[in-house]
């Protein structure tokens, strides 16, 4: 499927104030950029860098005192095989492979050292592979209140099974943290989301698991907010701390981003089949 | 210099457990690997790893029920040039490799998101680069007591600063939160550590700064306990939670470890000067 | 029905060091006290003080250096009608006595500020009531391990909710928090508690309903390890910040308290009225 | 000296909820209420209350679906000598009267507990008494900004001491925490404050010392905002959680309080002296 991805960003400095961007869509096996383009008003010199282990594309530009647009669009081809959930299964210590153990480590918002007991209490009972972490994602959904205002940059997992309120990314920290108490390797995705309402910029997660083409990374969204077939990936990280779309190093204003996605003709219904990132 | 380094870690349990070590040296420009022996009794199947990014090697064994026996030995030359704390600057946000900024990131232990006021109120009158690191580090050694025990596998920079308490892993996370806090990229380190006593696995940090030869990392340890030119570096991370010497996934029972540096006769005075990685 | 309580208290000082102790059973309509001995070995000054407002009986004694012995037995009476638990309803804020709202502030062990969500959206579908409190009761037995050294003197309501371990302290603790959140008032008791194995210092707590004769305070024990009818009171207060046993103002060492107590012949089993304090 | 105080208070409920207010100025010796006049629109029937340990006066009213206005004026007398500083010293723990224990114990917003080591090490060389609450508060104006907007109602001391912002709140709660800490007694005090630009309630904080006139309560406003001896106490609590100037059980919507407080003309200068507050 193809999909148009766009966002607007504006920005306003009294001084030189160096960004770093990573608001393009990732290039991987699934993920095809058909084309793109990045524009900067006004035009000024940039530094772009892909990280190696994520993919992740920053862009850097130091802006001068006045006005700062940046505006991105592209068209991107998703092309992710979709599975049987019943089929994924979790991936024992002894065979994860050695590189996806950094997404087992607690982080600043998913302190998975301290959920442990929560986690097996509440999890252990549940079918092993994709269905545990499908039945975390559906045991946020029903007890966390999706309510924008109800946390901040400073809200983390520990806070959130607490106070049982968030927004997206608050979401997916809480769907890591469980996954990684309970040895499922998590990682943070930030995206462009088919069909969320209101259109913005959205947050989901990966878990690592076994299906039948092998070990991989399967996507969730416990906010059931966008369309699973409709992430177009932005950047990966272990939790929002490692993947904000406008990191400033200087006093700023900002307006609101303006962000678009727009995909196939005909509703498509979210699929429930297990769908896993072409990530190589 | 050359340095040789030994750990033995003794464990025991009743089922597989699959185990990940993390003692191995590093091997990096300024850390020759002179010789080494990594013994596992009984023998068993090992699987090893090296993380592209950090050079961090990783070795999986799966323990049968039993005991469980690994040792480490190692042959080490460190040759990392020093040079004048005077001339080591701080690199402007606009021109850091966009590579470090992973680095400035909040994380787990190190929530320098939090301590953003703190630190510009208490370092920004420190004069900047190597010495504003060394003033941090100085501020640690003298506002927080290196206690065993007062600390846990919990414990956060933000506990630390507030209960002025800890251990060597405690002082690093303080040190790397404040780096990050002022723009300053900072890692974790663990390490075998010269003149450590008593001896034991040690956790410096390293901040990202630039000196007469170009940018990049330079050693700091705010214990002040091991001499700067003595560190054996075992793994880089954002913090504690991405360099354990040993991960398990399952029950065990274990044994204090044995750890032991040796290094030059002739009794070195800790050097003054700027200790620099050669990290490439 | 009649108790008898006792409780050996050792410490050893190096210097003066003031003791403030608060180990004798309050005196109030449903407990009287038959007869009771405080022994204070050296004999020493000691100063006593009951706080009006709760009735907790206080003694203070400084200790010269070397050993400190306090014993204390007494022969309790207690007279505490039950109730129909399907009799005993919320009182409506509107209605509550106003010296009793104290008891609905959030305190330093007890955040109810902090748990208000989840208090409604977990026991809101609960019938009102004592029914209410008992449900809550029934969740904590259910969802947190009672697991001693799982916690410390630092853990509040707000972490055992998330770490889902504690002994009796923070099982009366998130009790009380939960209550408070839903706008009930709850307070935290200290108390000598018949049938808990091991014997020891026991907490419970006490709820503000209303009953058939009137509004007062019940006492739940989410633990489950003591029977209702047999405690007898120690202290009261916001929580347990404010009824230690022992505070002491210095360095000392200190033996493992020795506490007691038996009561009548014959296997009670629980009960399951409601157990009322007569308070006033 | 004579001060004439008042607050307008407006709020609007869509059903019935209680409320209740703690505006009115407590009565004690040192502050005489010469004339005062509460005022609810629409009227209602009131409840009213003194807590006995207090002397905090509570007013409870239940309001119907519509606007609620309350207005409080008053005119008090306010008699508190003044002493040299010098000559207030601390209590040690064996003289305190055992009813300000209560006022050592951590509480919700000023953890002691935790703060222990820090206020150690960082006021024991101060000159004991008060001098050393003086330092304390020196040390929070020095490093803490204030800024509206900085801190919420979940903001307490720990965090404070980490975050370097806040407001009158936040500091008190430093205050009190830090002596706390020390064991100095200290405990919250909402206020009409004179002097205080813009007009607004306040909060300061009183440690118990003993003045060449005995032991007693001292008054302490680390914000240096308002005028200590133009001070008029409405509450006094363990810390905020216990003095709101108003508390609702429902929802409702509120206008911003108007305060007022009017002293002698003339230009005051603030003392110097230890004002202390004569609180029998």
């Given at each position: 499927m193809e999909f148009s991805v766009s966002a607007k960003l504006g920005y306003r400095v009294q001084q030189p104030v160096p960004f770093v961007f990573n608001v393009q869509a990732r290039r991987f096996a699934g993920q095809e950029i058909v084309s793109e383009a990045l524009h900067i008003d006004p035009p000024l010199p940039l530094q772009d860098w892909t990280m190696p282990e994520s993919g992740n594309r920053y862009v850097r530009v130091t802006a001068p005192p006045g006005g700062l647009q940046v505006s991105y669009q592209a068209r991107v081809r998703l092309d992710h095989p979709t599975e049987d959930p019943g089929a994924v299964h979790e991936v024992p210590a002894g065979e994860l492979p050695l590189s996806v153990l950094t997404h087992l480590y607690p982080s600043r918002y998913c302190q998975a050292d301290r959920l442990q007991r929560f986690a097996h209490r509440t999890f252990d009972a549940a079918p092993p592979g994709y269905q545990r972490v499908a039945t975390i994602c559906n045991w946020i959904h029903d007890n966390v209140d999706y309510v924008?205002?109800?946390?901040?940059?400073?809200?983390s997992a520990y806070d959130t099974i607490v106070q049982r309120a968030g927004v997206c990314r608050d979401f997916a920290h809480l769907g890591i943290a469980l996954c990684r108490a309970l040895g499922i390797p998590a990682r943070y995705v930030s995206a462009y989301a088919?069909?969320?309402?209101?259109p913005d910029f959205h947050a989901v997660f990966e878990a690592f698991l076994r299906g039948p083409s092998g070990p991989g990374w399967y996507v969730f969204d416990p906010t059931r907010m966008a369309a699973p077939e409709g992430i177009v990936r932005i950047g990966i990280g272990r939790d929002a701390a490692e993947v904000a779309f406008c990191t400033q190093f200087g006093a700023m204003e900002f307006d609101k981003p303006e962000v678009s996605i727009t995909g196939p003709d005909g509703a498509a219904s979210a699929t429930t089949r297990a769908v896993r990132v072409q990530d190589a």
């Open positions: 924008s205002g109800a946390s901040d940059e400073l809200t088919w069909r969320l309402e209101p």
